[in-house]
């Protein structure tokens, strides 16, 4: 018998098939099609396999509300993984180490802070960095784009939806990378208040 859960769950994994595939295609580019391979490698750190997964290229389209679409003939953007947990954290928080895609973010390969989100649904880059300083009491590193990102080598996070900022990183200690986003991390954490009217 077909039940509304069972058809949720396989549409659920039909979609994270289709995410891993369209990863993989556009790391097979970077690693072996790709004229633009040579340039973006030197562009990352010896050791980002560890806290950022493998990076792709793809020629993609931006789409609205901070999407993008893989197209043929569009422009070229580097594409990151993100997953629940940052894949080489295992010796740090092993009880926590789920290696679960959840989205790709794509990064304008010419212009880094310009990037978009495939599914929307990743609210950060490097989300388990948020476990381990809880757990560990560390400050939290917050890059302003992921080839930043990257090339720390996945230690810290990037915000990627700021309508959950005040939810994710309140009571974090933060370390912006610039004042700039260390003014827009201060305006986003500060609460909204109101005032109650007087009873007539």
């Known amino acids: 018998m077909t039940t509304l859960d069972s058809i949720c769950g396989e549409r659920a994994w039909a979609e994270r098939l289709e995410l891993v595939r369209e990863h993989w295609a556009s790391v097979r580019r970077l690693w072996l099609d790709s004229d633009d391979a040579a340039r973006i490698k030197s562009d990352l750190p010896d050791d980002f396999l560890l806290g950022c997964g493998m990076p792709g290229i793809a020629s993609i389209k931006p789409a609205g509300d901070d999407r993008f679409d893989f197209v043929e003939d569009g422009q070229p953007a580097v594409i990151i993984p993100c997953y629940d947990t940052i894949p080489g954290m295992l010796g740090a928080n092993p009880e926590r180490h789920v290696e679960h895609l959840v ?81 827009r991390l201060e305006a986003a954490l500060k609460p909204d208040i109101w005032v109650m009217e007087a009873a007539a």
């Open 103 to 183: 989205d790709l973010v794509a990064v304008a390969s010419d212009q880094p802070d310009q990037f978009w989100r495939r599914r929307g649904e990743a609210l950060v880059l490097g989300s388990a960095y948020l476990d381990i300083a809880g757990q560990e009491g560390e400050p939290v590193p917050v890059f302003r784009n992921p080839m930043a990102w990257i090339q720390s080598g996945g230690d810290g996070i990037v915000v990627l939806d700021w309508n959950w900022t005040a939810d994710l990183l309140l009571g974090f200690d933060l370390i912006a990378e610039d004042v700039e986003l260390g003014d």
